[in-house]
């Protein structure tokens, strides 16, 4: 098991391989189709939000307010990742992302921005709302929420020991691609 | 606040924040079944976890709650726009309590009031029968794994499947080998063939009110899901698409009448969070009995 502290250095990142473990402990900024789209459109990052070094999660949590009025993620399991591949890549670029945590698994362009630019593709469990909410200790701000809605808004999460799996390294290494590949040739001898 | 909103606002709970038993009981025999060590195998012990602690602490299984299906089976004479109205009110109540994520989209400004109600939004399908039975059926579900349904339009060159059933093996295979673990496997088809482009997909959706040990009475469809069920987990995509053995749970397929110009063979999954409950209301609508 690795574990990694946000902000990330490009050195720790191209040390991972496809299929490792990792546990994550920092800050996550959610982000899903409204803001993959704005910010490939040329949008802006609202003051204070940097993700240079750092890790995007495609999420849309469930949050609510408690009796104090603070925040409380009550479930966060991410969202498919693919829908995001016609930014994804511009936008570890452009931003300096270390990281892109979501499930299902990403295309080429991805793979190919996370060889150039030292990112890698972590997986987390989907459907796994309540064990990762367990994993998220705050919620320290959040942008974004009238313009995109709850799901949909930039939610800035302090996390401890967050559980992903590498699937997509910077070496050009998938494990989506690996699978496919597999299970497409075991299939045609079946059918 | 009415004994049916009641009733309605704890079958969303217990629906968002409860795994069936039957689908419990087959994610703990595929665990079983993988290998040790893999991150198949930590896959489904998250999963496992993450089961348990959603019961725990009364909150959603998975963060998308989905599209809210009611299917409702009624007695002649049932006020079914009281019925209907009051689902609406339940929706947004369980959803300020956090059951329910803010999950619905006005599709054409892209704005979403928090509310889970609007055009479309819940659905609920109402079917009268000749007994004094209400009984209330619930669905919720995601749309990852929505997203992975497909439908085909048979014959399809390209997958040379023609129109009988080895064609339907085919595309629903394909359906299986295109999802890999995008809709959040190991998952469940729900198939129909024949139909239209609407009644096909109705139907598949129906499928997942069967349990997962259930077998089909028509022994033609009952070999068609025994087949898929062991191929797709002979192609080695595993739960959450990682590789493994265990990519379906289940298998269920119904067939309707199809037009002579058209075959349409429907398929909708099921991601391992597979939200669904029932009950049977009392004529004060109070909860009586739990369908699963």
Known sequence: MTHLTTPITEEKIRALKVGDAVEITGTLFTGRDAVHKYLHE????????????????HCGPVVIKDEEGKWKVTAAGPTTSIREEPYQGHIIKEFGLRGVIGKGGMGDRTLAANKEFGCVYLHAIGGAAQVLAECIK???????????????????????????????????GSLHQEVFNNSQAELAKRL | MSDLQDSLVELIRRTSAEIPDDVQKA?????????????????FKIIEANIKLAKQKSQPICQDTGSIIFYVECPVGFDQITFEETARTAVTLATKKGYLRQNSVDSLTGKNDGTNVGPGAPTVHFHQHRSSEIKVSLMLKGGGCENVGAQYSLPSEKLKANRD???????????????????????????????????????????????IEDRNPNQELDALEQDILKTANELGIGPMGFGGKTTLLGVKICAANRLPASFFVSISYMCWAYRRQGVILSNESKIEKWLY
């Open chain 2, 165 to 211: 059933l080895d064609g339907c093996r085919k595309v629903i295979l394909d359906a299986v080998l295109q999802a890999q673990g995008k809709g959040c496997g190991p998952g469940i088809l729900g198939v129909c063939i024949g139909g239209d482009r609407a009644t096909g997909y109705e139907y598949s959706k129906q499928q997942f009110l069967r349990t």
């Open chain 2, 27 to 43: 994610i703990l025999t595929s665990l079983e079944n993988e290998k040790k060590g893999t991150i198949a195998e930590s896959a």
């Open chain 1, 138 to 172: 705050s919620v320290r701000n959040v942008y974004f929420l009238e313009k995109f809605g709850s799901p949909e808004a930039i939610w800035e999460l302090e996390v401890e020991n967050f559980p992903v799996v590498v699937t997509m390294d910077s070496h050009g």
């Open chain 1, 42 to 57: 040329g949008g802006t990052l609202p003051e204070g939000v940097s993700f240079k070094d750092g890790i995007i999660y």
